[in-house]
């Protein structure tokens, strides 16, 4: 399966149904993927917009999207991605980058901050989890990683797609196993909830 098919698939499959954005040229091949996937895709006029915009959905919705470009899109989004990670808001932020080849002699490439690593690493302070998939065979486990404890922490992560690398074919996972654990556990917690009402409900009768 293409790695972009992949990524905006399980996204959807964990809860994401719009996405909030600013297309730039390092993150054009991802937004293919995203337009032909199952989210809307929701273009916004500037990157704090998109970024704040992901924490409400976050909220409500309870996971949230924002996709932009290399730096001058991932940077600009910061602000917005640290107030979520203040706030125990679980964003993802999708971000373009200059692809596996563009990185081999280190050129000087438009939008580029000080390293290739730069970005990933400002993102570190503001995050759970953070990937740069540069790597086919690893990128699937890699997605799956940062989305679960964006769930599981409730708290931003980081998700670096270089351009040429959007398109690869990748393996990917059976997830049919992980589904029937989250059914199964899905049912727990219902089944501890009403016990716990249960027993409330009980003390009370006691106590009158």
Not at 39 to 47: G, L, N, Q, V, Y
Not at 142 to 158: D, M, N, Q, S
Request: proline share 5%.
């Amino acid at each position: 399966m293409p790695m972009g098919e992949f990524l905006f698939a399980y996204l959807h499959r964990r809860g994401v149904r719009h996405s909030f954005g600013v297309p730039g040229d390092f993150a054009l091949p991802t937004y293919a993927w995203l337009e032909k996937s199952q989210i809307k895709s929701i273009t916004m006029t500037h990157e704090p917009g998109a970024g704040f915009a992901a924490d409400a959905y976050s909220r409500i919705n309870g996971i949230g999207l924002v996709c932009v470009t290399y730096c001058v899109g991932g940077l600009n989004v910061l602000n917005a991605i640290a107030g979520a990670y203040a706030e125990k808001s679980p964003v993802v932020v999708v971000s373009g980058a200059p692809g596996r080849k563009d990185r081999e002699k280190d050129p000087l490439l438009h939008h580029k901050v000080k390293t290739f690593e730069t970005q990933r690493r400002v993102y570190d302070e503001v995050t759970v989890a953070s990937a740069v998939l540069l790597d086919e065979e690893r990128a699937a486990g890699e997605i799956i990683r940062c989305v679960e404890a964006c769930l599981r922490h409730k708290r931003p992560v980081y998700i670096e797609v270089p351009h040429d690398m959007v398109d690869r074919e990748i393996p990917v996972p059976d997830l049919s196993k992980e589904i029937k654990a989250l059914r199964r556990s899905r049912i727990r917690i219902r089944s501890r909830r009403r016990w716990a009402r249960r027993r409330r409900c009980w003390r009370r009768r006691r106590s009158r």
